[in-house]
Structures are given as structure tokens and as C-alpha cells.
């Protein structure tokens, strides 16, 4: 399929996007806009050339905790969503995304602007707050994105709302693959390119899997370096795993409709998986890399 026409039905399911948080979204309860959300993050797969696979998610926790990944590109945050809506903590340039900045607005995501170091402490009290309240939230602790080859080094200052609010810790970590079962570099949004640049080669680089592994709950902690150190051991270990692993071979799919969706959570949720093993949430159309 032409990459221009590829481009477009991206254009307007993000426009769609749009249209359901602004009519949708005020008379939704909270279940149904994570349904919500995690269809249409499930549809952007989909059309990214994208299959999603989540490992180990009997350990997921769903309320009052922060959930920490490694960062490799822009389409983290969809995947993530798509296994479990969750807001985000995120650099402030992304506020001025044309569509994207203003869906992650209205999703809940916290906005930090990095040059400033007295936003960090106003960050932190306010995800401590939200953590209090029961609330969920992912950061990308090594603060940038990578190749996902390997870890950059993790920073300690967000785990301090974890440990003011005594609320555990959901090591996360991400991986692509390419259809050969080789971890791929294509969606990483890294170095001098720009966010066209980035989606085409997510695009060519398909079809992918992207393969989330749930890691072992760390337990509230008063000492956020070590906690840092932890969740960076967890996730670093996870990500040997999956490199390690032709992890799809056993997976299980799902289509992604809405109601698939929602058995989707449940087969997920109730499913334990060996390290090897993972569950197939939307295999999507792997020979043109989008669906209908």
C-alpha cells in the first residue's frame, strides 16, 4: 500500500481521535473512556503495520502506581495504551504537536518543561498527588529516547512521587520486532530526525510486533535512587529476555474490534505467561502492514 495513502488513514483516525474525546469523552464514565482509548490506540497499531504483544501480565497493577518503560520512540505511548491506558509524563514541546499534543492534553498527560529545574519539584508533587488519589502514571526514566538496544542510565527524580506518595512501582520494557523475529530500530524517534521522517521509517520498517513485558511489582521504597536502580534492573533484564526469545511464537490473537477489545483485557489479564511466552492482543494485517 502507498505510503501517502498510509499517511492519510493515520491523518484521519487522528482526526477521529479528536472527535471522540471532544463528544464522547464528557458524558463517558472513567471505564469507558479506557475502552475508548485503548480501541482506538489498538486501531493505531493496526494502521502503523503494528501487532502487539504483552508478556508477564499477571503482574500489571491497575490503580495507584507508577508505571516506569524504557523510551524508544512516539509510538511507546500508543503502545502502552493499548495494553492499558495509562497517562504520561511528557517533554512540554509535545503540548505543540499539531492534533497529538492536543489529544495528549485532554488524556491526562503531565507536561514538563526539562530546562527548568524548579518544574521538576511542581512535577513531582503533582504526580504524588495524583498517585494518592489512586491514579496511574508512566515516566520514561531515562529521559530521552533511545534505540532500544540497550538502556541509557536511569534518572532518580521521578521516582520521588512514588516514594511521597508510598505507592509501588511497575517496571515496564518495550521492544520491536521485524516479521524475521530480529529486534528492529525502525520506530526509534532518535538523534536529528524529525517526526515525518520518524513515521516513514516506522512505516517502511513494518510490519512489526511490539512486545510489552509487565515486570514484578517494586514495593513502596523511601529511597528513590534505589528504586531507580531496581526498576532499571528489571526492565534491563526483561529486555535480554526478549532479545533473547522469538517471542510471537506462542502468542494467542485477538481482534481488536471494541468488544474483542474488552475480552482482550480479560484473556490478558487472567493469562500467565512464561518469560518466553506472550499473549497476541491484535495481529492486525501483516502482509500491507495497515487494515481496514
Given at each position: 500500500?502507498?505510503?501517502?495513502?498510509?499517511?492519510?488513514?493515520?491523518?484521519?483516525?487522528?482526526?477521529?481521535?479528536?472527535?471522540?474525546?471532544?463528544?464522547?469523552?464528557?458524558?463517558?464514565?472513567?471505564?469507558?473512556?479506557?475502552?475508548?482509548?485503548?480501541?482506538?490506540?489498538?486501531?493505531?497499531?493496526?494502521?502503523?503495520?503494528?501487532?502487539?504483544?504483552?508478556?508477564?501480565?499477571?503482574?500489571?497493577?491497575?490503580?495507584?502506581?507508577?508505571?516506569?518503560?524504557?523510551?524508544?520512540?512516539?509510538?511507546?505511548?500508543?503502545?502502552?495504551?493499548?495494553?492499558?491506558?495509562?497517562?504520561?509524563?511528557?517533554?512540554?514541546?509535545?503540548?505543540?504537536?499539531p492534533v497529538v499534543g492536543?489529544?495528549?492534553?485532554?488524556?491526562?498527560?503531565?507536561?514538563?518543561?526539562?530546562?527548568?529545574?524548579?518544574?521538576?519539584?511542581?512535577?513531582?508533587?503533582?504526580?504524588?498527588?495524583?498517585?494518592?488519589?489512586?491514579?496511574?502514571?508512566?515516566?520514561?526514566?531515562?529521559?530521552?529516547?533511545?534505540?532500544?538496544?540497550?538502556?541509557?542510565?536511569?534518572?532518580?527524580?521521578?521516582?520521588?512521587?512514588?516514594?511521597?506518595?508510598?505507592?509501588?512501582?511497575?517496571?515496564?520494557?518495550?521492544?520491536?520486532?521485524?516479521?524475521?523475529?530480529?529486534?528492529?530500530?525502525?520506530?526509534?524517534?532518535?538523534?536529528?530526525?524529525?517526526?515525518?521522517?520518524?513515521?516513514?521509517?516506522?512505516?517502511?520498517?513494518?510490519?512489526?510486533?511490539?512486545?510489552?513485558?509487565?515486570?514484578?511489582?517494586?514495593?513502596?521504597?523511601?529511597?528513590?535512587?534505589?528504586?531507580?536502580?531496581?526498576?532499571?534492573?528489571?526492565?534491563?533484564?526483561?529486555?535480554?529476555?526478549?532479545?533473547?526469545?522469538?517471542?510471537?511464537?506462542?502468542?494467542?490473537?485477538?481482534?481488536?474490534?471494541?468488544?474483542?477489545a474488552a475480552k482482550a483485557?480479560?484473556?490478558?489479564?487472567?493469562?500467565?505467561q512464561e518469560s518466553h511466552?506472550?499473549?497476541?492482543?491484535?495481529?492486525?494485517?501483516?502482509?500491507?502492514?495497515?487494515?481496514?
Amino acid at each position: 500500500m502507498k505510503l501517502v495513502f498510509r499517511k492519510a488513514r493515520l491523518i484521519a483516525h487522528l482526526l477521529h481521535g479528536m472527535w471522540t474525546v471532544a463528544t464522547r469523552f464528557p458524558r463517558a464514565t472513567a471505564a469507558e473512556r479506557e475502552a475508548l482509548n485503548r480501541a482506538w490506540s489498538l486501531k493505531m497499531l493496526r494502521l502503523c503495520g503494528m501487532r502487539l504483544v504483552v508478556h508477564n501480565d499477571s503482574a500489571r497493577l491497575d490503580a495507584g502506581a507508577l508505571v516506569v518503560a524504557n523510551h524508544i520512540s512516539w509510538i511507546d505511548i500508543y503502545v502502552i495504551n493499548a495494553w492499558r491506558p495509562t497517562p504520561f509524563v511528557s517533554k512540554a514541546e509535545i503540548r505543540q504537536w499539531p492534533v497529538v499534543g492536543w489529544l495528549a492534553q485532554q488524556l491526562g498527560t503531565v507536561f514538563i518543561q526539562r530546562e527548568k529545574r524548579s518544574d521538576a519539584k511542581r512535577i513531582t508533587h503533582e504526580l504524588s498527588e495524583r498517585l494518592s488519589a489512586g491514579e496511574l502514571i508512566c515516566v520514561f526514566p531515562e529521559g530521552t529516547t533511545s534505540d532500544g538496544l540497550k538502556l541509557l542510565p536511569f534518572h532518580a527524580n521521578m521516582f520521588q512521587a512514588a516514594v511521597s506518595a508510598a505507592s509501588p512501582v511497575q517496571p515496564i520494557c518495550l521492544m520491536y520486532e521485524d516479521a524475521q523475529g530480529r529486534q528492529s530500530t525502525a520506530p526509534a524517534y532518535i538523534d536529528d530526525l524529525s517526526l515525518g521522517q520518524s513515521l516513514d521509517a516506522l512505516l517502511r520498517g513494518g510490519p512489526l510486533t511490539a512486545h510489552v513485558y509487565v515486570g514484578e511489582t517494586l514495593a513502596p521504597g523511601a529511597d528513590r535512587r534505589k528504586l531507580a536502580a531496581q526498576a532499571e534492573q528489571i526492565i534491563g533484564a526483561a529486555l535480554r529476555t526478549l532479545q533473547g526469545a522469538s517471542a510471537s511464537s506462542a502468542a494467542m490473537e485477538i481482534e481488536s474490534s471494541p468488544v474483542a477489545a474488552a475480552k482482550a483485557a480479560v484473556a490478558v489479564g487472567s493469562r500467565s505467561q512464561e518469560s518466553h511466552e506472550g499473549t497476541l492482543i491484535d495481529g492486525g494485517d501483516q502482509q500491507q502492514g495497515c487494515s481496514a
